[in-house]
């Protein structure tokens, strides 16, 4: 995902399946809110954390925009090739 930010939430037209990954180098330091919002996803309450923000739908529209997806995924592979030749 771009942003590195993980997907947190349910798919539309899959009852009963949620999805929670992608916390990429992060996770470590994001598990307990991933724990903690997957808890009140699946409990039906409000969460303190913000959802919208790891809603696996949020780049929905610009998964269609060749342009955008081309210089996400170049500037992955570069941040890439910077770290590892450091």
Known sequence: MPYGMPQI???EGIDGLLRCHRNEFG???R???TVSLTADIVAGQESR???KRYDPHRFADLGRDIEWLAAKVSAIV???YHHQNK
Do not use: Q, T, V
């Open 31 to 33: 598990s307990a809110m």
């Open 27 to 29: 996770g470590r330091h």
């Open 78 to 80: 570069s941040a890439g």
């Open 49 to 51: 954390f913000d959802i």
């Open 9 to 11: 939430g349910r798919l």
